[in-house]
Structures are given as C-alpha cells and as structure tokens.
C-alpha cells in the first residue's frame, strides 16, 4: 500500500521534505519505522512520536493505510 | 453564554497586547463573570552556549492541533464551570519579548478559573504538536522542547 | 528587574482593558520573561431577592491596605521566583461588568506564576481591608463579603 | 486618654460618621468595644475586626492610645 507521511520540526529538517508518499508491505508502525531508518539514517538519532490519522500511537499499533506523520518533542506556548 | 464551537487556534505572527485588551473588554458585556484568568507565553531571549535567542519559528500539525485544542477545550467546559474559554497560539516567527500564547479563562468564581487554566495551559504544552526553531543571532537555531 | 518598591495599589474607578493591554506591552522589554498570569476581577450583575446589582462602590481602610498589599508583595517575591508583580484595586464605583481587580506575575517559567498569583489573589481577597457595597437598580444596596 | 476611631463600610454606615475621638479609661479591647455597644446600639448585630495601627488585634490585647479601626467583612477583588 501507498501511505502519506508528514515530517515536522526538527524532523522535516533532516529529511529534507515535508510530505511523501512510500510504498510500503509492512503491518505495524514499528516496520514503517525500520523503513524510515533505512531510508534517513540520521532518524535513529532523533526522538519522535507517531501520529495515525492524528491520534499518537505506538510501535506496536497496526498501520491503516492512512496517514503518518513524524514528530519531534512539542514546544507549543 | 457558553463558547464551544471549534475555531481556528493558531495566528500568524505575535500576539498583540491590543489583540488581548480588546479581548478582555469584549467580555465586560458578559455580566455573569466574577474572575478572568489570562496566560501569556512569552518568547525569552535565552542564553545559550554565549548566543542569544532572538526569536522562535513556530510551525504545528495544524489539523492534529486544532483537533487537540478543541479536545482540550471541551474537556475543560466538562470539569469546570466555565463561562467561557479562548485560546490563540502564534505560527511563524516571534520575536524574544512578543507573546506567542494566549489563553482566557473566565469564570462567575474565581476557584474555578485557578484551575481551569492551568489545567488548560499544561495539555497545550503536552499534547498539542506545534514545534519552535530558537533562532540565534548568529542565524543558527535549536529546536525548542517543552519540559 | 524586580520591582520591590511600595507603590499605591488603589485606582479611582473601573480599571480598564487598555490599562491592561498596554502594561502587557510594557512588558515585551523584559526578555527573561516566559510567563506571565494575570487575574482580573469583575463585577458581577448578581441576582439578589429579584434586584440586579448595578455597580459595586469600594471603600478601603487606605493606609492599611496599601501596607497590606506591601506585605503580600513582599511574601511573594520572597516565595516565588519572580520577574515582577503589578497590584491594581479600583476604588469608588465600578459598574457590573467592569473590572476592579488586575493582578499580573511574571516569571521566567510558567509552573511560578500560576502558584504566585493564586496565593497573591487569595491573601489579597483574606487580608486587606476593602469594602464593598452593592448598590441595586432601585438604589438600595447590600454590604458584600468575601467567601 | 483620647482614642482616635475609624469606622468603615457597613459599620460607618451605622455611626454616620468615618472616625472620631472618644475619651476612654479602660485598658483592653474588648472595654473599648463595650463602650462602643452602649454608644451605638446596633453594633452588637454587626460583624466587624479591631485594628490597632493598622494591625488586627484581638479582644484581649492592650490598647496602646493609638489608632484603632473597626472593619466590617472584608470585600476585596
């Protein structure tokens, strides 16, 4: 399946872009990741959450197919 | 009198001190009220590693944000007896001494507002995805992290 | 930065929104500031066996209550880090939905000013002597009292 | 010796006037305000603290000759 993936902060800094759309065979969020790792080796360094459809989850949650964003620690107010 | 449609949270820019007296006076038709309750975030020059924070560069999941602010509100209508409830947050660049969040809390009693905005002002800091880029003056940055 | 010195506390009248907005604007110099909480008091148009109160007329025991407020102040900076402090009370009528109460911290960090102002407005409410008395739409009144 | 007494609020209300000096020979508080109960009568119904200086002091402290207020319920904020 094809899954949208937003890049935020810090984040969106290392991988250079925003948004992608990547192909993708796995079923839970932590496979995603392992992909992300391989793709932006830098990531492993940097600590970010996972949002599904705009709702945090963890690694072990399964993928919907929707979208996926990355993002660093929060620094609102 | 009650104040729960979602809204859009998020300015571009500082938040002006014009922006919040009109805020307030605008309340001053609402007679029912006893006690306000006002947070500002302000942006600080900090020093760090000899360089000086000149501003911040906020940016946000805006649509996960909204969501979350307006979680946050409804929560806060269900625990406290609110009259009603405003909050503004910044995107793009603030200026160290320039506010970048704004939340008005206003209640008939004051124990409820005490509450209400802490409680408010806390889930913001912890739930809600906007990100900052400290900007030294040197034009090299950090990214801000709430603790 | 702090600002220790004794100062009269008390305003003839409504303490406005652009009183208020502009000490907010005053305070955009001050860059070590991350936080500022402001509490304001207002008049409420209560309900009282069928009659609506359409002001309130403070009175204030002037001399004791300007110590009064000296000490809180005091108390404060000494318990909370603060960056400064600003105490306003309206004296004479302030009419339903106006505001007779403006109390502003500010402080590097936000977990200090929600603390500060909260024990600030409840020593202020305990333990300076301010009268009030709730005047009615037929221009009889009743003595308010602090709960 | 002569006491100056300031009356506020509700209690001004009642002795239609803001302050005045009284000749008094008793010694505390308390002697003080009885004097008041038999000067105005219906102080006994009000609620009020004594202040001596600027100071809230109770029934049984001494009087010192000086400044002393009667204060109805406070109102502030």
Redesign the interface.
């Given at each position: 399946m094809y899954i949208n993936i937003?890049y935020?902060?810090?984040i969106a800094e290392l991988t250079q872009t925003k948004e992608e759309n990547l192909e993708f065979s796995g079923i839970i969020v932590s496979e995603l990741v392992e992909t992300l790792y391989l793709k932006y080796s830098n990531l492993r360094t940097k600590n970010f959450q996972i949002?599904q459809n705009?709702e945090l989850v963890s690694m072990e949650t399964e993928l919907t197919g929707n979208d996926i964003?990355l993002?660093?620690?929060?620094?609102?107010? | 009198m009650q104040d729960k449609k979602p809204k859009s949270v998020f300015k571009e820019g500082a938040i002006t001190s014009e922006f919040i007296g009109n805020s307030i006076y605008k309340h001053q038709t609402k007679t029912s009220i006893g006690a306000h309750n006002i947070f500002l975030g302000q942006v600080r020059a900090d020093d760090i590693d000899e360089k000086t924070v000149l501003a911040i560069e906020y940016t946000a999941y805006e649509d996960m944000a909204n969501a979350k602010f307006h979680e946050i509100r409804e929560a806060a209508f269900e625990q406290f007896e609110l009259t009603c409830m405003h909050i503004y947050h910044s995107l793009g660049t603030v200026k160290a001494g320039e506010i970048c969040l704004f939340v008005f809390v206003s209640s008939p009693r004051r124990k409820v507002v005490f509450e209400a905005l802490e409680y408010i002002v806390e889930a913001i800091k912890a739930d809600v995805p906007v990100f900052g880029k400290e900007v030294f003056e040197d034009e090299s940055h950090q990214w801000k992290k709430n603790s």
């Open positions: 937003k935020f902060g810090q949002a705009q964003a993002l660093p620690p929060f620094a609102g107010g | -």
